[in-house]
């Protein structure tokens, strides 16, 4: 089990962004999160937002630095990983 974060590479509200996710469960990514002092308002479906001034805080405590393609990579084999449709309320094309 692992905390992932990715680049701070996403910009809004005047900072960069990053992705916080688990490989494991949301019940971690949740109780790492809250642990750091990472506001649940973050939460966005499978990931936390979290501002570029966290990033050092977060992989001193365990968050894992991997790239933003690595990170989705490693969302989607956990099975954890929300599709922009769901996101946008359309039902989730089946898998083949």
Do not use: C, N
Not at 19 to 45: I, Q
Not at 75 to 84: D, H, N, P, T
């Amino acid at each position: 089990m692992t905390i992932l974060i990715d680049e701070a590479i996403w910009p809004a509200h005047d900072t960069l962004w990053a992705h916080l996710v688990s490989d494991e469960s949301y019940a971690e990514l949740h109780a790492f999160a809250a642990a750091h002092d990472v506001p649940r308002r973050g939460f966005d479906h499978d990931h936390y937002d979290v501002p570029e001034s966290r990033l050092a805080d977060l992989v001193a405590a365990g968050a894992v630095p991997v790239s933003g393609l690595e990170l989705a990579r490693r969302l989607e084999r956990s099975g954890l990983r929300v599709s922009q449709r769901v996101k946008r309320g359309l039902p989730a094309r089946p898998r083949p």
